[in-house]
């Protein structure tokens, strides 16, 4: 099966593009590809046209609180309000989110999923410091523009499958909170160097297959390759393709989506969170 990682941003360009790691999973063993590089949407648009079958799990949020919905007196089905969001500019995106949250109490201003809580992810309304809601806004209409099956918010028939994947909660698995990566050079450290690569030394270890039921290929150009990158964009975008990975061993179990997660705000798909929900059930 044909597995892709990606890395996204709102305004990708060639200091930052969009960046995708291609991988081939055959049985339990996943093989690293090549690297790819987005410095446009145009470019990210003909890629999502690659033909099927394959699996991507992406790195920004795919849906959108349910009470934001429901307060904002928006349709609770994913495409609906997808394309709804289509029809806004991004300025007109940003500021409906703006005027909301300044009408909001603090502490009440910014809210999370379900998925968001279990992961410790940042809510998909925050639209500065970590922009996610800016890359909701420029990368979920243009999902939905190809017609693809996106899991569980818009299964389709199509045989290219999209998932949402959080690669920090596999890197605090085995780094916890400490820093590998940072988009300024000046914050670029040694010691983030060297947590890349004690990430990737776990990844090669016995762990990964116990945790992630997945063992992971690629050469000693590619290892260095993701250890070099300060900005930590291919080795995210390698940690979102072990979780669709890991989801795709999980396709008989709806790729370790909860049948109970709502379907309007989607779900990260990682072993952690299908074990808590499973356990709290």
């Known amino acids: 099966m044909l597995i892709f990682g990606l890395d996204f941003t709102s305004a990708p360009s060639r200091r930052k593009p969009i960046t995708c ?28 046209q690659t033909p099927g079958p394959w699996l991507l799990a992406c790195d920004f949020p795919l849906g ?6 429901r307060n904002l007196d928006w349709p609770e089905n994913w495409a609906d309000y997808a394309a709804q969001v289509a029809a806004l500019d991004k300025t007109a ?33 925050m639209l500065y410091r970590v922009p996610v809601a800016k890359m909701f806004f420029q990368g979920v209409p243009r999902l939905l523009a190809v017609g693809l099956s996106i899991l569980p918010l818009h299964p389709t028939a199509d045989e290219r499958l999209v998932l949402e994947g959080y690669p920090a909660l596999v ?7 400490r820093s590998y990566k940072s988009d300024e050079r000046k914050k670029q450290t040694a010691e983030q160097r060297a ?87």
Request: proline letters at 4%.
């Open 21 to 48: 790691v291609r991988c081939v999973l055959q049985d339990t063993c996943l093989t690293v590809q090549e690297c790819l590089t987005f410095a446009d949407f145009a470019q990210f648009e003909a890629f999502l």
């Open 64 to 69: 959108l609180p349910h009470i934001l919905l």
């Open 93 to 125: 995106f940003v500021e409906l989110l703006t005027r909301y949250q300044a009408a909001r109490a603090a502490g009440d201003k910014l809210h999370l999923r379900v998925t968001d809580r279990l992961a410790g992810a940042c809510s998909p309304m």
């Open 171 to 177: 890197a605090r698995h085995w780094l916890g909170r």
């Open 195 to 281: 947590a890349r690569d004690l990430l990737l030394q776990s990844l090669y270890s016995p762990q990964l297959q116990q945790y992630y039921g997945i063992e992971l290929v690629m050469t000693s150009a590619q290892y260095q390759q993701f250890v070099d990158d300060p900005m930590g964009d291919l080795l995210d975008a390698l940690l979102c393709a072990l979780q669709a990975a890991w989801a795709y061993t999980q396709r008989a179990q709806g790729y370790g989506i909860p049948l109970a997660c709502d379907r309007a705000e989607g779900w990260i798909v990682d072993p952690q969170l299908y074990q808590h929900d499973h356990n709290a059930n």
